[in-house]
């Protein structure tokens, strides 16, 4: 069966320091990855994605993630935290090919970061 | 460009009311969706449309129906309301459900339902 793990429920980390929120996943063929971000009483933002390509996606607000196949991961990573990083991080991923295309959510990680 | 628009933001109901939970989005986005989020549950998808007159159930489909006559509408209604089904709902959308690039949804601000 497909799956995603988000292994903290909760990351902490100062100002200024670089931070790694974890995601694994269980899914045959080659997948769709997804981070998206939920501030407080906001909905869900787009952050990155992986379809193909180069491991290491950029994306918004200076957040990157590292696609590792063999170890099945898509961890979101960025150099420097800022206080305003402090969110809801959820990861996602999804199958592309048949039945395996429904999207699948882990439980998400709350991010945060300490002046 | 408003995005997807969700009303009400909040909403408290006694049980065994109905109510609709409205949503529109403007980026003429084929595939349009629920979830509910509840605390250690994360998200989960209660029913989905990926076009106009076509909607499929989700995960956890009970105690809601939809229906999707427009493109751009896509209400939720709870039927008899039940205290489980105090949460907070997001309407999501996106431009199609399947292909390369597909999936980057775009979500609604939420409406945060009490069933009391």
């Known amino acids: 069966a497909q799956s995603v793990a988000q292994p903290e429920d909760q990351v902490n980390v100062a100002e200024g320091n670089p931070l790694t929120v974890k995601c694994t996943y269980s899914v045959s063929g080659n997948p769709y990855l997804f981070w998206y971000v939920q501030y407080p009483n906001r909905g869900l933002q787009f952050l990155l994605k992986?379809?193909?390509?180069d491991n290491l996606v950029k994306g918004s607000y200076g957040f990157e993630a590292e696609f590792n196949k063999s170890q099945t991961s898509f961890h979101l990573k960025k150099p420097s935290a800022l206080v305003s990083d402090s969110a809801l991080y959820f990861c996602a991923v999804r199958g592309n090919a048949g039945n395996n295309r429904k999207l699948i959510w882990g439980l998400g990680t709350s991010l945060a970061v300490n002046p | 460009n408003a995005g997807v628009t969700q009303t009400p933001k909040f909403q408290v109901l006694k049980t065994g009311q109905s109510m609709t939970l409205q949503c529109a989005q403007d980026?003429?986005?084929?595939?349009m969706s629920w979830y509910r989020q509840d605390p250690g549950m994360g998200l989960r998808l209660i029913h989905y449309?990926?076009?106009?007159?076509?909607?499929d159930q989700g995960e956890v489909p009970n105690g809601y129906n939809v229906s999707r006559s427009t493109t751009e509408d896509f209400p939720l209604r709870l039927l008899s309301a039940a205290p489980s089904q105090t949460s907070v709902y997001f309407c999501?959308?996106?431009?199609?459900?399947?292909?390369?690039?597909?999936?980057?949804?775009?979500f609604g601000a939420g409406s945060r339902l009490t069933v009391l």
């Open positions: 992986y379809i193909t390509g």
């Open positions: 449309s990926v076009g106009a007159g076509i909607t």
């Open positions: 980026m003429n986005h084929e595939y």
């Open positions: 999501a959308s996106s431009y199609s459900e399947g292909g390369a690039g597909a999936n980057v949804l775009t």
